[in-house]
């Protein structure tokens, strides 16, 4: 069960059902089928040096709102990569899963070639945050479990905020989404950078200590940082309007994970090195890591008689 204006609704797989093949030269047109299970059928291309997936049929999907969704309008041109998520955070949500009809949904819904918009069934104009609220309904009917839909539609939320294109506000009203979710996006990465230095007692020339952190133990420290981490991205969301749930969502994912996230950079950046250097200089590769394990080795034997 989830809630909906108020009152709890059933999730509803049977929402999702095969939407057929869009008419295209020579194909006649096979409708949607709401008595058939949706069928994902993809075909994997390499385009531009980036890994894309077209889709053979469509996905017909029953909003609550907007009536039937078919898409994508045509799939002889539809690209997707599937969820759009960074290899950082596969981790978290990953590429496939139970969201995927949801997110495939989405995609055609925000990706129609050539029109910013998309049209439903029924003559619904759907703009891009309403696009957004059918993906978070549409992983409830899927089976997505409820922090992962959340995560999902916050991230995307904010994306439709830095965005702005195909929202139908006015400029002034999407410069104002734009500079909210940015400034937020700085200001959490950077008390929490600082609050990090505190923690850790390093101190630079010029920057106080941060109020709730100062000379305490290190345990207290910790706690009021870990608070801190909560009720500055909460305080801060208000100002996200009708987004602030995803401003509080996003917010405080950014200001826990911060820390693991910098170490997945650090991660990532040393393994795309080491697989430049591999590919190019097998030889600098090769004595590369036979001085790093000679290094690991002498290290571990002096500790060793040193106890």
Known sequence: MRREAGRPVTVQPSRFYDGGVDAAAGQPEIP????????????????????????????????????????????RTFRSDLTSVPALFTWLVPKTGEHLPATLL??????????????????????????????RDAMADAGTALLRRWLVWSAVATATMLNGTGTGWSKTLAWYYRVTAALTI????????????????????????????????????????????????????????????AGAVVGVSLAVLLHVTLALVALTALYQVLERLTAKRPKAALTLAGGGTLTALIVFAVVLCRR
Request: proline share 8%.
């Open 32 to 75: 949607p089928d709401p008595r058939s299970d949706a069928r994902i059928e993809l075909v994997r291309l390499a385009e531009g040096g980036r890994e894309q997936f077209a889709m053979r049929r469509r996905i017909a999907y029953r909003d609550r709102h907007l009536g039937e969704l078919l898409v994508p309008r045509e799939t």
């Open 106 to 135: 989405h995609d055609g819904l925000i990706h129609p070639p050539g029109d910013p918009t998309y049209t439903s069934t029924n003559g619904h104009v759907v703009l891009r945050a309403q696009a957004d609220r059918v993906l």
């Open 186 to 245: 700085v200001l959490i990465a950077t008390l929490g950078i600082w609050a990090s230095l505190d923690l850790l007692d390093v101190t630079v020339t010029g920057i106080p200590s941060l109020p709730w952190m100062g000379e305490r133990p290190w345990f207290v420290e910790l706690t009021a940082g870990l608070s801190g981490a909560v009720v500055i991205p909460l305080a801060l969301a208000l100002f996200w309007g009708p987004f602030r749930i």
